[in-house]
């Protein structure tokens, strides 16, 4: 059942400027909705908003912060809160600030929105399952953060729950799985995806920790938007993933890569595996289809191809 009958309401986007964010704004605008950003610009940029920018409400500033979080909420339908910092290895390095941008920014957000808001989306990650006991993972199975991001992302999680069931605040959470797509940063704190497509465009072979046999459900990037419109016009709540339901080795992912740049030439480079990286990663997609007919249908050699032409 649809909440949305009529799109005139404002959405609330934080972390809009991102890599997904800007996807979706850009997406919401099409579709007819007023759309309210928030960002602080850290790891976002306005210029992926080129295009909307005169056509939204956009306030730089940081979940972090209760006063700028209260003004972004006011007089918004709905919430898709997407900011959050999402490095593994540099949450290694940095705990104490996942934490306070993943959890407590989400508090944050979502003790402004309690009484306020229709709808509240929150992304979450497929890392809070860990190292999965079986394969396909699904929303029942045990959660086994092995990383201070995945497990600021779980307590992120509890926290929308607890709003759930103590104030009524409708809330679905997402669990996306590998995201991957055009407007990717290629630099710095990158998925597997653009970091290979950096190495592979500057002559160096692309990177694996491990033997590549570790597998991963890649999601291409118009396909989450489009899982995220669902669950937020629907009038579903709780937990559900978001992936394909298909794995693909790294290896593999890197030879597909090598193939459609035409540089096999390149080979692939193999070094020590990282513990806090997990094996493998696939989504059970059973409860997303049933309750929000979520099918997310990009091949990967396909999805992969849009991104390179979008370069």
Sequence with gaps: MLVWTLRSGMILVTGGAGFIGSHLVKKLIELGYTVRVLDNLSRGKKQNLNGVLNRLDFLVGDVRNRQVVGQAVEGVDAVIHLAALIDVHESKEK?????????????????????????????????????????????????????????????????????????????????LFNVYGPGQ????????????????????????????????????????????????????????????GLSVSIRSLAEMLLDLMNREDLGILFSEHRREDVLHSVADMSKSKRALGLECKTNIREGLSKMLDAK
Excluded: W
């Excluded at 306070?100 to 309690?114: D, H, Q, R, S, W």
């Excluded at 990383?147 to 679905?172: F, T």
């Excluded at 998925?191 to 160096?204: A, D, E, Q, T, W």
């Excluded at 995220?228 to 992936?243: Q, W």
């Design 95 to 175: 705990p104490i600030m996942y934490h306070e941008v993943n959890c407590t920014g989400t508090l944050n957000i979502l003790e402004a929105a309690k009484g306020e808001v229709e709808k509240l989306i929150y992304t979450s990650t497929a890392a809070v399952y860990g190292n999965p006991l079986k394969l396909p993972v699904s929303e029942e199975d045990a959660l086994n953060p092995v990383s201070p991001y995945a497990a600021s992302k779980l307590s992120a999680e509890n926290y929308c729950m607890a709003y759930l069931r103590s104030y009524g605040l409708r809330v679905a959470i997402l669990r």
């Design 185 to 244: 940063s290629l630099e710095g704190y990158a998925g597997v995806v653009p970091k290979f497509i950096y190495r592979i465009s500057r002559n160096l072979p692309p990177t694996i920790f491990g033997d590549g046999t570790q597998t991963r459900d890649f999601v291409f990037v118009d396909d989450i938007v489009k899982s995220i419109l669902r669950a937020m016009e629907s009038d579903a709540i709780g937990t559900y993933n978001v992936g394909t």
